[in-house]
Nanobody, 115 residues
Framework: QDQLVESGGGWVQPGGSLRLSCIASGFNVYNYDMNWYRQAPGKEREIVATISSLSGDQQNYTESVKGRFAISKDNVKNAVYLYMNYLKPEDTAVYYC???????WGQGTQVTVSS
């Protein structure tokens, strides 16, 4: 059974950093493109970052996080990460890990950016 478990969220002041982790089971992240999404209160879920299958040498980001966020993966640990730097209040959301091909979602981890 596929499962994605996110962790690493929390409260941080503007300008701070967080690292989100997503541990996969039931499939190998090596074989799949993987996504991070987020959903802010009252807003639709939006894609934040994508990393390609196999070596993960291709990453794509939504415009609002380019230069601040970085997605990576560890095929040995079967994990995907989202490094978030220079966080802004508008980054406040629940962040979700996703395997689009298998339609698998994690439970989400809350990120709150405020002073």
């Amino acid at each position: 059974q596929d499962q994605l478990v996110e962790s690493g969220g929390g409260w941080v002041q503007p300008g701070g950093s967080l690292r989100l982790s997503c541990i996969a089971s039931g499939f190998n992240v090596y074989n799949y493109d993987m996504n991070w999404y987020r959903q802010a209160p009252g807003k639709e879920r939006e894609i934040v970052a994508t990393i390609s299958s196999l070596s993960g040498d291709q990453q794509n980001y939504t415009e609002s996080v380019k230069g601040r966020f970085a997605i990576s993966k560890d095929n040995v640990k079967n994990a995907v990460y989202l490094y978030m730097n220079y966080l802004k209040p508008e980054d406040t959301a629940v962040y979700y890990c996703n395997n689009p091909r298998r339609s698998t979602w994690g439970q989400g981890t809350q990120v709150t950016v405020s002073s």
